[in-house]
């Protein structure tokens, strides 16, 4: 079947811009998550939904950052006044639950480039 | 503060031979640890994954040694080839916490000579 989808693959924003990213996850996967992956800080944890849910919010780098999931299925997150130090890849992953045994299935990514 | 330490950030082995990558963590409460496999423009794919219940865990070339004691884990590749030339994230993760994100390593890009 289909894997998890993001969109866009690339993007270029300048500073100041806000931008939104998207992520299919699997079907009848309840659990998504979001990082970020950058050179300097390796792959970093964002946040995760259980559903349209997100119980903890505290990875998200700054209030610039938001994420929303409607319908238990698509998820957006959003980078408001973007920064240089935003530049990175944002990679979305689904699980069929939450929990530790189940395993995350990873997208390609969206690369996102501030200028 | 790093929670996952991961080594060597890069290594070169020759076809056949074992590849060998090791991680050490801090937060006594993880439970689940995973080795991800990373290709250029690809999202990581879970290669191996073991609970601190168990000592060693095997699938195919790939094996994972972990010693709960020590705080360490370690991913092994045995007979590598060209093909296993790739990123590898070891991670770590707990149950009791709300988010169950996976904390990783920094990662170690690992080539494989013919």
């Known amino acids: 079947g289909a894997g998890v989808s993001q969109s866009p693959s690339n993007k270029v924003t300048e500073k100041g811009k806000d931008v939104e990213l998207r992520c299919d996850p699997i079907s009848g996967h309840t659990a998504l998550y979001w990082y970020r992956q950058s050179l300097g800080q390796g792959l970093e944890f964002l946040i995760y939904?259980?559903?349209?849910?997100?119980?903890?919010k505290s990875g998200l780098p700054s209030d610039r950052f938001s994420a929303e999931r409607t319908g238990g299925s698509v998820s957006t997150l959003t980078i408001q006044r973007t920064q240089q130090e935003d530049s990175a890849v944002y990679l979305c992953a689904s699980s069929l639950s939450k929990g530790q045994g189940y395993e995350q299935y990873f997208g390609p990514g969206t690369r996102l480039t501030v200028t | 503060q790093q929670q996952v330490k991961q080594s060597p950030q890069s290594l070169i082995v020759q076809k056949g031979g074992i590849s060998i990558i090791n991680c050490a963590y801090e937060?006594?409460?993880?439970?689940?640890f995973p080795w991800y496999q990373q290709f250029p423009g690809k999202g990581p794919a879970l290669l191996i994954a073991i609970r601190p219940d168990v000592s060693e865990k095997k699938e195919g070339r790939f094996t994972i040694s972990f010693n709960k004691s020590a705080k360490q884990f370690s991913l092994h590749i045995m007979d590598s080839q060209p093909g296993d030339s790739a990123t590898y994230f070891c991670a770590a993760s707990w149950s009791g916490g709300g988010a169950d994100g996976l904390t990783f390593g920094k990662g170690t890009h690992l080539i494989i000579q013919p």
């Open positions: 939904f259980q559903g349209n849910s997100a119980p903890d």
């Open positions: 937060n006594t409460a993880f439970d689940y």
